[in-house]
């Protein structure tokens, strides 16, 4: 889908009389030059400019404030107007429509594994593409948080709780969701943890034996787990609404800063956050999307757009939404933004997001093994 006019170069001679060898010359050489060039005239030079930035679900309220911001600072700096727009879903589901030929400029997508489909099966983007921005192209970071009715009627305080009998859990679909996909392996790590005393041990090649014994009481902890979850939605938005507007389930398991805002803007008197013993540490990921800005010229803006998230004012707005800073100075100055809780990361319980998805995500996998829809 083209969403810009391409702009139309024309080439004047200056003389009827040339010859028509020097014409046929300069035909192919105007040619090559505006295929060249068309593009980056149609967007760059342009006074307006558009992208468009294909997000995961529950970043809508972040990226209106940074668009706003980054939109202000770009035209002050160039005295152009860039207009950006968004489009929200399931982490997953957003990497396909991408791939399907959504004309993202960037991607702001839920986890990493969902770039690299984009790199890899469509070839929109180089396999590097986490080299290029700090912190593995992650601007910010978040973890993995529970949301209780007030009161807390079911006592859930860890994991564990989830699993117990009469106990409804909302989470998203981990085939469509990238926090789902976060809320699953948290879970997971806990599992694993519980058993193994030490996720260290889980790729100890001298613990290969209790990691495997380790592996199979994760598995039966998920399986109890989603046999309590009554619904999947798609994304992580869904589930929330799922569970503060249509009041179903007992605990919601989503991103910490998607529970922030839902307790902010969905009456707070209603709801109280758990913050398990231990949860992952969630990295959201961010790229251009290279074919799609060379083709519509818009890779110097699509770029500083990007490197905004990671600047003093864009690292504010993360936290103003309840993201981690990654910056610690940013941190520093709101004491108290966030609660302490021990976290470990994907590799601590798989070697990368490859072997997870093969793993537990792909048709056959685990989830599916052990999921039956109600």
């Known amino acids: 889908m083209n969403r810009r006019s391409a702009l139309q170069l024309f080439v004047l001679l200056p003389s009827a009389l040339a010859a028509s060898a020097l014409l046929a010359g300069c035909r192919d050489k105007t040619s090559s030059a505006a295929a060249t060039s068309s593009s980056a005239v149609a967007g760059q030079g342009a006074k307006e400019i558009e992208l468009l930035n294909v997000s995961y679900d529950p970043t809508r309220e972040l990226y209106a404030d940074v668009n706003a911001r980054f939109s202000k600072a770009w035209a002050a700096k160039t005295g152009q107007t860039v207009k950006i727009k968004q489009s929200h879903g399931g982490s997953s589901k957003q990497a396909r429509a991408v791939m399907d030929g959504l004309e993202a400029d960037v991607v702001t997508l839920g986890l990493a594994y969902d770039i690299d489909s984009i790199a890899n099966r469509a070839k929109l983007v180089p396999v ?99 046999k309590n979850v009554p619904v999947l939605d798609s994304g992580a938005r869904g589930a929330t609404t799922t569970f503060t507007s249509r009041g179903i389930g007992d605990v919601l398991i989503n991103w910490e800063n998607e529970i922030l805002l839902g307790t902010k803007e969905s009456e707070p008197d209603k709801y109280e956050i758990v913050m398990p013993k231990l949860s992952i540490l969630a990295e959201p990921t961010v790229s251009l999307v290279d074919k799609n800005v060379d083709k519509h010229g818009t890779r110097a803006v699509a770029e500083a757009y990007l490197h905004f998230l990671y600047s003093e004012e864009g690292q504010e707005v993360g936290i103003k939404h309840f993201y981690r800073p990654n910056d610690p100075t940013i941190l520093a100055r709101h004491p108290g933004a966030f609660t302490d809780v021990r976290l470990f990361s994907l590799t601590d319980v798989a070697s990368d997001w490859r072997a997870v998805q093969k793993t537990h995500f792909d048709d056959g996998g685990v989830f599916d093994q052990i999921y039956q829809p109600k």
């Open 128 to 226: 590097d593409w986490q080299t290029r921005l700090p912190n593995h192209s992650a601007p910010y970071t978040s973890t993995i948080a529970f949301l209780v009715r007030k009161g807390n009627p079911k006592a859930i305080k860890d994991w564990g709780d989830l699993v117990k009998p009469g106990v409804k859990v909302i989470t998203p679909n981990p085939k469509t969701s990238g926090s789902a996909r976060w809320n699953y392996l948290a879970a997971w790590g806990y599992a694993l943890e519980r058993e193994l005393g030490d996720l260290k041990r889980v790729r100890d090649p001298a613990a290969a034996k209790e990691a495997d014994a380790a592996t199979a009481k994760a598995r039966e902890f998920i399986t109890a787990l989603f």
